[in-house]
């Protein structure tokens, strides 16, 4: 359990083992080059300053939750390093840009090669699209580094974990989420900011790799050999619908995603269809592996600060599942304002008591059967992690 | 050009060839089979009915869209008909119903096999998942009977063609788009319904089949070989943001997806992900055929008109890209209010007008330099169709 910024954590006491990890840093990034290969002036050798929030929620092991919390803004920190210089000049980014070796760069006039004519215009790339794809490929090293570890003797990456993390530069804000964590943006603005981080699984389209133990196709729940030659309700990987068909052999086989919300299971085995690690992961009793199932890659969406106006009761609130299995949006909105209102808009302590607030009331409190919420229901059995961060006013960042 | 409901035809007088084609029907389901297998009382006989509206974007020829707008509403019946008195009763639907030889209805009791106890819930599968996916089947019926139709001799479907698809049924109303034709709903209530039919091709997961000749990476411009070893702006296949990449000998291949926007094409060919029918399309001067990076699954929105009051100023707008490529969502709005203000709310004429109306305004005027619109832009030079719709108060459907 964390609540935070400027930096609180507290454990919620319920386990010994918490796999949620957490990590909160102002991360300063040098560039590595200039872009002309010209001699740099002083004022272009000025770095750029991030903000870095990250929750990564482990399972079967806190191995890649720990490895990730210590290491995914440093890969994010290396991928921006060349776009100091790009990212602070107003111009539309370079195209192309010298190699390393110290190739002449390119111009920008295009010879037309291919049998259409598709190619005379150039695609706009936004700065704000080179910061997405710096981490998105951040999140792919760090994958890349975890079955590297994993190779070394004595060096096992245990486990995977959901990763939520959002970067602060330059005037906007980066969310990407890899699994099923969730923001959610308290604003005046309408940002309806549930990521829902369950996607179709990887495998549907590589049947290759489903060993001939798995059906891709999705029914409402296991098919049984007596029900052979009936019709049964199901949905293929394009359908988003159901329809019914008759059951055949092959349909007896265990399919690829089974279960639903929280109980889903992609190859009977995780419940995440994104997330980093996991590359020794086998489905159950078997030698298949479900790594090429799964996607490292997150799902970034960008909040441009600088074009609405902010007050100090609005926050964007991060959270692991644990808090959001038990709460919804509106209950969190709730419990922001009640929170909000009874501190002075500029104490910053506000914040750290929101999130504690937002912990405790997920957790519940130890009754006869149990950790019980006030409307008697279950607390959250899972690990709960919270970060909740200002957007304006007194205490914000910005 | 098709203005219409109650049925009207109008063609625009651009060009001799419209590729463009419509369909306006009521059709009639009547049920195929009882559920229980149990003798049909005649109050369970009672079949359905929807409406249906259908505009096919034709390339390549007119044939595929001849044949969707002639043949795909009897598909969708085809598909209703084993729904009929399911749809009617209000429990939710059965997951599992007799064969066809007669074997017994299976029990709902779920024996678990299998490593998980994942599946000790069912999924709950709505009836309007029901219609949705009876509408997907359609489609990749309507599109195999195309491919059929390919094989034999002098019944060859000259091209493809995209397709948007309305129906109402018990209350509801579905959109189905597979290209990029595109709906817009203007009412007091909140839809924004601009379905972009513009989705990955299926492509990128299937690079055995591209031949060697392909690239899946996506670059800003066709990459020259003078640039190797510099390094360029890409995009992977699970990437949304850009990057700086080195180039490399195999980065001069021709790209799956080259051009953006309207001048986007799949394999240098085609413009569109989705839709039916062209079985035969090649890569230009090559062999590779195309058709197994396309789609033919629709995606579907669901509209529940009994949520909402509506107004007879309320319609929904369906149109091809020839009316979309040269006005947007708030011109038509504008033109919803200025045509349907000049008559009286129970005239039925008003949606004709309005029809027409859309259909000029993008079709342009002739004058010294071709077709101008009144800000002197180029007007459509594509096929205009539209079908104004409308959704409450007199000459509604319902």
Redesign the interface.
């Known amino acids: 359990m964390w609540s935070l910024w400027p930096g609180r954590v507290i454990n919620a006491g319920k386990s010994r083992h918490n796999e949620d990890q957490a990590c909160c840093e102002v991360v300063y990034v040098e560039g590595r080059r200039s872009v002309t290969g010209a001699p740099r002036e002083p004022s272009q050798s000025q770095g750029l300053c991030f903000y870095y929030w990250g929750l990564f929620d482990g399972h079967a092991g806190g191995g890649a939750a720990e490895m990730a919390s210590r290491l995914l803004h440093r890969h994010i920190r290396e ?1 921006l390093k ?1 776009l100091v210089e790009i990212l602070q000049d107003p111009s539309p ?1 370079p ?7 110290g ?1 002449p ?2 111009s920008d006039s ?7 004519s ?8 936004t700065h704000e ?9 951040a999140f ?1 090293l760090m994958d890349e580094q975890m079955a590297r570890e994993r190779e070394r003797r004595g060096h096992q990456v245990e486990g995977g974990c959901c990763a939520l993390v959002v970067v602060y530069l330059l005037g906007k804000v980066y969310v990407a989420n890899a699994g099923d964590s969730r923001v959610r943006c308290e604003c005046n603005t309408l940002w309806p900011f549930a990521l829902s981080g369950h996607s179709q699984p ?1 495998g549907f ?2 049947p290759e790799l489903l060993g001939g133990e798995f059906t891709h196709l999705e029914f ?3 098919v ?1 050999p ?2 052979l ?5 199901y ?1 293929d990987q ?7 068909k ?2 055949e052999l092959e349909d007896l086989r ?1 399919p690829l995603v ?3 919300g929280k ?3 992609v190859m ?2 995780i419940g995440v269809t994104r997330g980093l690690g996991d590359h020794n992961l086998k ?3 078997s030698t298949l592996p479900i790594k090429p199932f799964l ?1 490292c ?1 997150p799902e ?1 969406r960008v909040y441009d600060l600088t074009q609405y106006e902010h007050c100090p009761d609005d926050v964007l609130v991060l959270g692991t599942d644990g808090l959001w299995d038990v709460t919804n949006d509106c209950e969190v909105a709730a419990t922001v304002d009640r929170v909000l209102s009874a501190y002075e808009p500029n104490d910053p302590s506000r914040y750290t008591a929101l999130a504690q607030a937002l912990v405790l009331g997920a957790r519940g409190t130890p009754r006869d059967r149990g950790w019980r919420l006030p409307n008697n229901k279950l607390g959250s059995g899972d690990d709960i992690s919270v970060f909740v961060i200002p957007l304006g006013g007194p205490g914000s960042y910005s």
């Open positions: 991928q060349d980014p195209l192309c840009l010298p190699g390393t070796s190739t760069g390119c295009t010879h037309l090669i291919g049998p259409q598709c190619w005379s215009s150039q695609k706009e790339v699209s080179l910061v997405v794809g710096a981490i998105e490929n792919q990887q389209l590589k409402p729940r296991r049984q007596k029900e030659g009936q019709r049964m309700l949905r394009n359908m988003t619908g159901w329809a019914y008759k059951i265990f089974c279960g639903e109980k889903a299971r009977a085995t489905v159950c009793s996607s890659f970034v």
